[in-house]
Structures are given as C-alpha cells and as structure tokens.
C-alpha cells in the first residue's frame, strides 16, 4: 500500500504543478537535448493512444484496479508486492484524472506533461505502469509466482504404501537397541534333509561309522 500511496501521490502532485506552472503546447526545456516539459490533456491511453476511446478506457482502468486488488491477496513476494503496486499506483493516478477532469466524469482527460525525443509525451502513472509491465516479465521468466514459489518446485510427499508403511520406511535404519527382524526360516526342499538331520551315508549320533564297525569284527 506504501507503493500505491506514493506513485499516486507524486503523479497527482506533479500534474497539479504542471497544470498550474506549465501552458498547453508551449515546450519547456528541462534537460536540453533529452526532456522537455510539455502541457498535454490526453483523452487516450497511456502515450496518446486510442484517443477516441475514452470510456472504455475508464472501464478497463477499473477492471485493472479490481484485478490488481484481488491479486494482492495472494502476495508472498515482496518483487511483486512493488511491481503491483507500481501498476496499482499508476493506474489509478490516471483513472482519477478520467474521472475527475474536464470534460466530464468518466471522459476525464489526462494529465501528460514529460517529452521524450522522438518518444509520445507521458507522465509519472504511465512510467510506474511501463516499469510494472517489465517487472512482470522479469519475474514470469524467472519462475517467481505471486504468491512467492517458483514454478516446478515440488515437495516430496511420503504416502502410505498397503502395509501402512510409508514409501521411505524402508530406508530407515532400526534405532539403537532394537533388534533387527530375523527372517523366517526357509523350508526345506524335497529330498534336502531337514536342519539336524544327517545326511544320506553320515552316521547319526551314537552310531559307529563302517571303520569303526572292521576294528571291532
């Protein structure tokens, strides 16, 4: 809100001194060679364009208020939190003049009085929007969303696998003192002797093997 104070402030400031300091169509030489000073009422947009659509132009700076506004809401970074209130601030330090000037509510006409060479004459709301609509690219390529993540940055979620286990349980070592879990034992196969049990020609406990057998005949 600082943002839209301030932009709103200055432009309003400055084109009360322009109207008051400055006569239409007379240039004033501020910077030579660079900026001039110039007295403009635009019925148009931003940089004298669509000056016969006054009216819808009104309508649209409202829908971009309201647009801004609700987007607001959603702020999580402060680079868009001066970017949208640098485009807040300029639109409505011109649709204040669209309202509020001659000839008429809605059909007010602007306020421009800074000239560029070889550039159509603006004013600070015109400048606050351009910067705005180059911060919006800048942030977009870069990835930054309104709300302060960056596009494809996902967060790894753990879910329940049937056993209720989750799907990194298993990477987890057992905490000290806990056993290992012992793995059941495998049945035998067929014809294999089963644990303990002697195998085919072995002599079971407490019987003499064949040596022994010759040695007592």
Same mark, same amino acid.
């Given at each position: 809100?600082?943002?839209?104070?301030?932009?709103?402030?200055?432009?309003?400031?400055?084109?009360?001194?322009?109207?008051?300091?400055?006569?239409?169509?007379?240039?004033?030489?501020?910077?030579?060679?660079?900026?001039?000073?110039?007295?403009?009422?635009?019925?148009?947009?931003?940089?004298?364009?669509?000056?016969?659509?006054?009216?819808?132009?009104?309508?649209?700076?409202?829908?971009?208020?309201?647009?801004?506004?609700?987007?607001?809401?959603?702020?999580?970074?402060?680079?868009?939190?001066?970017?949208?209130?640098?485009?807040?601030?300029?639109?409505?330090?011109?649709?204040?003049?669209?309202?509020?000037?001659?000839?008429?509510?809605?059909?007010?006409?602007?306020?421009?009085?800074?000239?560029?060479?070889?550039?159509?004459?603006?004013?600070?709301?015109?400048?606050?929007?351009?910067?705005?609509?180059?911060?919006?690219?800048?942030?977009?390529?870069?990835?930054?969303?309104?709300?302060?993540?960056?596009?494809?940055?996902?967060?790894?979620?753990?879910?329940?696998?049937?056993?209720?286990?989750?799907?990194?349980?298993?990477?987890?070592?057992?905490?000290?003192?806990?056993?290992?879990?012992?793995?059941? /034992?495998?049945? =035998? &196969?067929? #014809? $294999? %002797? !089963?644990? +303990? *049990?002697?195998? /085919?020609?072995? =002599? &079971?406990? #407490? $019987? %003499? !093997?064949? +040596? *022994?057998?010759?040695?007592?005949?």
């Amino acid at each position: 809100m600082a943002v839209v104070a301030l932009v709103w402030g200055l432009d309003q400031l400055t084109k009360v001194l322009a109207v008051d300091r400055l006569v239409e169509g007379e240039p004033v030489e501020l910077v030579p060679g660079v900026l001039d000073l110039y007295l403009l009422y635009n019925p148009g947009a931003a940089f004298s364009l669509a000056t016969g659509l006054t009216w819808v132009l009104t309508l649209v700076a409202v829908a971009v208020v309201v647009a801004v506004a609700l987007m607001a809401r959603r702020l999580g970074s402060r680079a868009w939190a001066l970017t949208l209130g640098l485009l807040l601030g300029g639109a409505l330090g011109n649709l204040t003049d669209r309202l509020l000037r001659e000839p008429g509510f809605g059909v007010g006409h602007v306020v421009d009085f800074l000239r560029l060479p070889r550039w159509p004459v603006f004013n600070l709301a015109d400048t606050a929007i351009v910067v705005a609509a180059v911060l919006v690219v800048v942030l977009s390529f870069r990835g930054i969303g309104v709300d302060g993540r960056r596009d494809g940055a996902e967060q790894v979620e753990r879910e329940p696998d049937p056993t209720g286990r989750t799907a990194a349980d298993g990477d987890v070592p057992p905490a000290a003192g806990t056993a290992a879990p012992r793995e059941a /034992p495998r049945p =035998p &196969s067929p #014809g $294999e %002797p !089963s644990p +303990g *049990e002697p195998s /085919p020609g072995e =002599p &079971s406990q #407490g $019987e %003499p !093997s064949q +040596g *022994e057998v010759g040695r007592r005949g």
